[in-house]
């Protein structure tokens, strides 16, 4: 059998940082066109005012629900078998509200003006108030991620740091009550933005801030423990024990179909025995001009609801790493589809009575433009080279007590 190098393994991870590095500057290239040129270079309109960038942003904050998800388990509920998963959630977390920061700071077309809704105050929009929970959530996540940089080897030389970071770490309870009450939050009024709005018959319902918890709470541990697993593999280690990474794996699958049951539930109710002219209009068309049916019940309830859920639910196939991984990315796919569908039905279908939609519009086109796929991708490829640097050189899949030893690999 071949003995692999050191060099054989540092070449692909090269390959794989330089790739990213590339696509990540090709990013801040188009971001900085948008900012000087403005929205007049996307496929946005005034009747498809949300796209790709809002959809990226929704996506990024939902997976990163590991992060309230795994603290909230360890350091309120007390499971501590699941403390080795606390810290890649957090550091998933943080790249996740980074990553949609850096969306919303482009989809606002002023970014500018990101701290108005801090200073004035519009207490009966729920968007207010997602801007409150996000950015004060952001703060908690930054000071639960900051002991985790403190502990790495780079900060041998600075001891007195060091401390600073254990000492933080003592508040990880109440950071983590914090973080929870805030992520609930704002995870539950980003469905209500759509859900309360009553001149959208497709959006108003109240099962929307359900949905959303739900579904960020599946993808989130979905997204840490399929980044656990693929990092595994990929440096030839066990970072979970295989007890807990089904144990896992099984929540997510439980969580899965409650989210599954409800979505079900919530469409039946709405389209199914109650065919209100509103909802059944926008369908309709929908249906006519958009695969929205297809990546509604092919994608969301069959690929990434029922078929990740019986997988993660059967013990064989749940002890298959193969399996599992794949069982994972479907789920998060799901997460994202979920985000881009919610979004687009609204708008692609505008309701009758708008004055902007004189003439029986039957259906508003949107088709992203080049500039703003490859913000998209830039901040992808932001995200993906934050974790792979962060898993290479932090200690972030390493018990507290070994976490500052020299050496992180």
């Not at 639960?144 to 401390?163: A, C, G, I, T």
């Not at 440096?235 to 099984?250: F, M, S, Y």
């Not at 039905?345 to 004055?355: F, M, N």
Request: aromatic share 12%.
């Amino acid at each position: 059998m071949a003995t692999i190098t050191a060099s054989q393994i540092r070449r692909p991870f090269t390959i794989w940082v330089i790739a990213l590095g590339v696509i990540f500057l090709v990013g801040v290239y188009a971001m900085i066109q948008v900012l000087i040129h403005g929205l007049q270079l996307t496929g946005l309109s005034d009747l498809v005012p949300w796209g790709l960038w809002i959809t990226l942003d929704l996506s990024a904050i939902a997976l990163g629900a590991g992060a309230f998800t795994f603290s909230a388990a360890v350091y309120l509920f007390r499971i501590k078998r699941l403390e080795i998963m606390a810290r890649p959630a957090v550091f998933i977390g943080f790249l996740g509200y980074t990553s949609a920061m850096l969306a919303l700071a482009m989809d606002i077309g002023r970014p500018d003006r990101f701290w108005h809704p801090l200073v004035y105050w519009n207490v009966h929009s729920v968007l207010w108030e997602i801007t409150w929970c996000v950015v004060l959530y952001s703060m908690v996540l930054a000071m639960e991620v900051l002991p985790l940089l403190l502990d790495s080897h780079y900060f041998d030389r600075w001891p007195n740091l060091r401390k600073m970071g254990h000492k933080l770490h003592r508040l990880t309870p109440v950071l983590a009550a914090l973080g929870m009450g805030l992520s609930l939050l704002h995870q539950s009024s980003l469905g209500a933005t759509y859900g309360v709005l009553s001149g959208r018959a497709i959006w108003f319902k109240p099962s929307l801030p359900v949905m959303f918890i739900i579904s960020a709470v599946a993808g989130g541990m979905s997204l840490t423990l399929l980044a656990t697993l693929v990092t595994s593999k990929l440096q030839h280690k066990e970072l979970i024990k295989p007890d807990v990474k089904r144990e896992i794996a099984r929540i997510v699958g439980y969580t899965s179909l409650a989210y599954l049951y409800i979505k079900l539930w919530d469409w039946a109710a709405t389209s199914y025995y109650s065919q209100a002219p509103g909802a059944a209009s926008a369908l309709e068309r929908l249906q006519a001009t958009t695969p929205y049916t297809t990546t509604f019940w092919g994608v969301e309830i069959l690929l990434s609801g029922l078929v990740p859920a019986l997988i993660l639910l059967y013990q064989p196939l749940r002890r298959n790493d193969r399996a599992l991984i794949a069982a994972l990315g479907l789920i998060v796919l799901g997460v994202v589809v979920n985000r881009w569908n919610v979004t687009l039905s609204g708008l692609v279908a505008p309701p009758d009575w708008s004055p902007g939609v004189l003439g029986n519009v039957v259906a508003a086109s949107y088709l992203p433009t080049t500039i703003e796929v490859l913000v998209g991708l830039g901040i992808v490829a932001y995200a993906l080279l934050g974790f792979t640097l962060g898993a290479r050189f932090l200690p972030i899949f390493k018990p507290r007590d070994t976490a500052h030893a020299k050496g992180s690999d």
